[in-house]
């Protein structure tokens, strides 16, 4: 585990896993923890939220999904956009919030200002693609959304 921000009230870490079983390459993933400080214990992302799944997804998805859809765009070219219907591939969707890892980030002792939502291989593209990383700043939009009691935790970029 990596620590990748803390603040007086949340720890946010990361794990990167590795493994070959046989097959045409090895796999990896991410995930990410939240662990909240002041009650020593873990906590889940959507437990920030004052409306929990449905805050995290109405403060997050629309931007993540457009910054996803860019970035598949430059990995795959204009010639794969005008390539025809992809309506009910998964690799055209925008994934479900529980398949990334959702961390927060920012400097230690400072409220976290980067929100990054990593999609392992599979997830969002093909193996080939590799893994997507969408870097979000935090808004104010975002704060106002979460519990009273971790709003200091985070800080707004527009400031």
Avoid at 30 to 45: E, G, P
């Amino acid at each position: 585990m990596a620590s990748v921000g803390q603040t007086a009230r949340l720890l946010s870490l990361t794990r990167e896993w590795y493994e070959f079983t046989g097959g045409a390459h090895p796999n990896h993933g991410t995930s990410a923890m939240l662990w909240d400080r002041t009650l020593n214990r873990r906590m889940a992302f959507d437990g920030l939220f004052t409306s929990g799944a449905a805050g995290s997804a109405a403060a997050l998805r629309k931007s993540y999904c457009a910054a996803l859809d860019k970035e598949r765009l430059e990995r795959r070219g204009p010639e794969d956009a005008a390539a025809g219907d992809f309506a009910g591939d998964p690799f055209y969707q925008c994934p479900k919030f529980a398949q990334l890892a959702i961390i927060p980030e920012g400097k230690a002792g400072r409220p976290f200002a980067t929100m990054t939502i990593h999609a392992d291989p599979y997830v969002a593209g093909p193996y080939v693609e590799g893994d997507y990383d969408i870097s979000l700043p935090v808004t104010s939009a975002l704060v106002a959304a979460l519990k009273p009691q971790f709003r200091a935790s985070f800080a707004p970029a527009e400031r």
